[in-house]
């Protein structure tokens, strides 16, 4: 569904990627770890086309994306691409009913009886029915992802990326998060692309999970395959996560 191939960026003067490679295969879940830092959101820019690479490549569904310019990157988002933020970015002068509905509205032609429809099924979907009335300020930090989810998903994507869903939230709060993107991926059965520091997150949802660090990918396997590596920098980014949940920080 994606290959990324040799992928290089600079950014402020930092080279932040040194030439990342990565297949990621359509209908699951693939896992982006790697400490705060390591370049992890720049790489999910690129993606999905906020950010151009100084070199190398990116290909979604055969399509290359270094000969688009910015007019067939946007239909490349409309058509297959949906993206959660780390923070949300939900409108705050919008209730949860505009916020989802907000794509549909301004890019498609469906009457306002269809576009209820879809937001009402998509906010069934993430365990929202009938907030549609309420405000971002009215919502806890668990509804706005929720909300964010929603929106993110109401075009129907072929590819959703995440990006840190559960940063900010407690464990009870990130838990629940989880357990709802996986439900989600599983219910669409479409391609999530999640990139996070808390390994965990992408231990216990991801088919396949790769590590960017010093600006390349040095690993990438299931859950199994990544814990018996014998890649010093993965056991040792595995042993600090493992310190730090003993030490209680």
Same mark, same amino acid.
């Given at each position: 569904?994606?290959?990324?191939?040799?992928?290089?960026?600079?950014?402020?003067?930092?080279?932040?990627?040194?030439? %990342?490679?990565?297949?990621?295969?359509?209908?699951?879940?693939?896992?982006?770890?790697?400490?705060?830092?390591?370049?992890?959101?720049? =790489?999910?820019?690129? &993606?999905?086309?906020?950010? /151009?690479?100084?070199?190398? !490549?990116?290909?979604?569904?055969?399509?290359?994306?270094?000969?688009?310019?910015? @007019?067939?990157?946007?239909?490349? @988002?409309?058509?297959?691409?949906?993206?959660? $933020?780390?923070?949300?970015? =939900? $409108?705050?002068? *919008?209730?949860?009913?505009?916020?989802?509905?907000?794509? #549909?509205?301004?890019?498609?032609? =469906?009457?306002?009886?269809?576009?209820?429809?879809? %937001?009402?099924?998509?906010?069934?979907?993430?365990?929202?029915?009938?907030?549609?009335?309420? *405000?971002?300020?009215?919502?806890?930090?668990?509804?706005?992802? /929720?909300?964010?989810?929603?929106?993110?998903?109401?075009?129907?994507?072929?590819? #959703? #990326?995440?990006?840190?869903?559960? +940063?900010?939230?407690?464990?009870?709060?990130?838990?629940?998060?989880?357990?709802?993107? !996986?439900?989600?991926?599983? /219910? =669409?059965?479409?391609?999530?692309?999640? %990139?996070?520091?808390?390994?965990?997150?992408?231990?216990? &949802?991801?088919?396949?999970? +790769?590590?960017?660090?010093?600006?390349?990918?040095? +690993?990438?396997?299931?859950?199994?395959?990544?814990?018996?590596?014998?890649?010093?920098?993965?056991?040792? $980014?595995? /042993?600090?996560?493992?310190?730090? #949940?003993?030490?209680?920080?």
């Amino acid at each position: 569904m994606i290959e990324i191939i040799d992928l290089e960026k600079t950014l402020d003067g930092l080279k932040v990627l040194k030439g %990342v490679n990565l297949m990621i295969d359509g209908g699951q879940t693939t896992a982006i770890i790697g400490s705060s830092g390591a370049g992890k959101s720049v =790489l999910l820019k690129h &993606i999905i086309g906020l950010l /151009r690479p100084d070199s190398g !490549r990116i290909v979604i569904d055969g399509i290359d994306t270094a000969d688009l310019n910015a @007019r067939q990157w946007m239909q490349l @988002r409309k058509e297959k691409l949906g993206m959660l $933020f780390q923070e949300g970015a =939900l $409108f705050d002068s *919008m209730n949860v009913y505009e916020n989802v509905a907000f794509f #549909l509205t301004q890019h498609t032609k =469906l009457s306002q009886e269809e576009i209820e429809q879809k %937001v009402a099924e998509k906010l069934e979907i993430v365990n929202l029915k009938g907030v549609e009335a309420k *405000m971002p300020s009215d919502l806890s930090g668990g509804m706005k992802k /929720r909300v964010a989810l929603a929106r993110a998903i109401i075009a129907d994507p072929e590819i #959703l #990326l995440l990006d840190e869903p559960t +940063a900010g939230l407690d464990p009870i709060i990130c838990a629940s998060i989880i357990h709802l993107i !996986r439900q989600t991926q599983e /219910r =669409l059965g479409i391609t999530f692309v999640m %990139v996070t520091h808390n390994i965990l997150d992408g231990f216990s &949802i991801a088919q396949k999970i +790769a590590m960017l660090h010093d600006g390349t990918i040095v +690993a990438s396997g299931t859950a199994d395959e990544m814990r018996d590596s014998d890649n010093p920098v993965v056991q040792g $980014f595995l /042993r600090s996560i493992t310190s730090n #949940l003993i030490s209680g920080g």
